[in-house]
């Protein structure tokens, strides 16, 4: 990369329209902070909740790997409309899934059509990103992407009262992913990409050689441990926030996300500038110590403290993750490999849920937090591997 992409610009047109698109794509992840809830109300095995949940990134995980090198900034732009009108389609059909297998036919076509959604988002996304720039972007995109688990997890209850259910709060949701058809008028239908100027398809032999470098497998390794963690909070955190006694279990996120956005608008411009190996395995510690923490938790003022504790770990590895990714990647690979980061994100969302549910269903909520701990303390170790390595010169450039 040559000497003037410090004096490229970040913030375009193209990156707001990307990242209000993003805002609603991560909505809809959101909205679903009561569905272990919700499929008590529904003549379903309790026994399958856990796979009902995970089956929604389960699709992300076999289909990610397949879409993501065919899926480039090029032709991310007509990916992004079809699939979100596909989106808009799945979030209308919970209102007729009431068994088992109907809720798990809707959940497997909405993580499908999730899936092309928020990859090809992000593909278009990377391709506009200049490398020196790479910590500010994806903590900006990051504070996009945490923005509705600030908003919505507090509000989802008394929304529901309000709209009489919660099948009306997805219809709600349904209908705002029709803002993403006037947002890409506002994009140019050719991007200004800085990767891969040739906009070539990556091929199998390219895709072994980028896996090659065992840098990268550490980085998705870290990334598979951080969201498998995260995971078991967000879906599991308003039961064990009731059964020991918290109001509203909702503001936990509202703190956490809030802590998370405070730290990226400020920090994100520093990432860049520091040793990120170093800064994301001292998250990471920072993370096991606030999951031990949380299995032991009593009383409403130090369940919220925690929110603010794991938001400050949070807010600093997730973009961290991203950005350390896109460093370490060759040009070529970056949109790829940004991509596979986050089936990381998607197979968190698969693990975490279905051995979560397992964990409750034969042990109890600080079992499942301190799994979530250990977990944290594995990829201590592999951020200590990555952190002895010396950089490569051909990832410099």
């Known amino acids: 990369m040559t000497d003037t992409s410090h004096r490229e610009p970040l913030i375009t047109k193209e990156f707001l329209a990307l990242n209000a698109i993003m805002f609603l794509t991560y909505c809809n992840i959101a909205v679903f902070f009561q569905f272990h809830e919700y499929l008590g109300t529904l003549p379903i095995a309790r026994d399958s909740f856990g796979l009902l949940i995970a ?18 900034p090029w032709n991310a732009r007509k990916w992004i409309a079809i699939s979100s009108f596909l989106v808009v389609v799945s979030l209308g059909l919970y209102d007729v899934a009431d068994g088992f297998w109907s809720m798990a036919a809707v959940r497997l076509f909405h993580g499908a059509v999730h899936t092309v959604l928020a990859t090809a988002v992000l593909s278009r996304m990377v391709g506009c990103i200049p490398r020196e720039r790479s910590g500010q972007a ?15 997890p507090p509000i989802l209850e008394p929304l529901s009262t309000l709209l009489g259910g919660f099948r009306h709060v997805l219809e709600i949701s349904a209908l705002a992913m029709l803002l993403v058809f006037p947002l890409l008028l506002v994009m140019d239908r050719k991007s200004v990409c800085q990767s891969d100027p040739e906009g070539k398809r990556i091929g199998l032999r390219e895709m072994v050689e980028n896996l090659k470098d065992y840098r990268i497998l550490i980085m998705f390794a870290v990334a598979l441990v951080v969201w498998t963690a995260f995971t078991p909070v967000f879906y599991f955190l308003k039961g064990y926030g009731d059964k020991i006694g918290i109001q509203n279990p909702g503001w936990f996120f509202t703190l956490s996300t809030v802590t998370e956005i405070l730290v990226r608008l400020m920090a994100a ?32 003022g130090f369940f919220y403290a925690l929110g603010l504790f794991l938001g400050l770990g949070w807010g600093i590895v997730m973009p961290l993750l991203s ?40 042990g109890d909520y600080s079992l499942l937090y301190y799994g979530c701990g250990g977990l944290l303390v594995l990829g201590v170790v592999a951020g200590l591997v990555l952190c002895s390595t010396k950089p490569s010169e051909k990832t410099s450039r």
């Open 138 to 152: 994806f903590g900006l995109i990051f504070v996009i992407v945490l923005l509705p688990y600030a908003v919505i």
């Open 323 to 362: 950005s350390l990714t896109f460093d370490l990647s060759e040009p070529r690979f970056r949109a790829m490999n940004s991509n596979f980061t986050m089936q990381m994100f998607q197979a968190g969302f698969f693990v975490g849920p279905v051995f979560g549910d397992i964990i409750l269903i034969h």
């Open 55 to 72: 089956l929604f990134a389960l699709t992300a995980v076999l289909i990610r790997p397949v879409i993501s090198p065919f899926l480039t």
């Open 269 to 300: 411009p520093v990432f860049d500038k520091l040793n990120k190996p170093k800064l994301m395995t001292g998250s990471l510690i920072w993370l096991a110590l606030g999951y031990f923490a949380l299995a032991n938790v009593r009383g409403d």
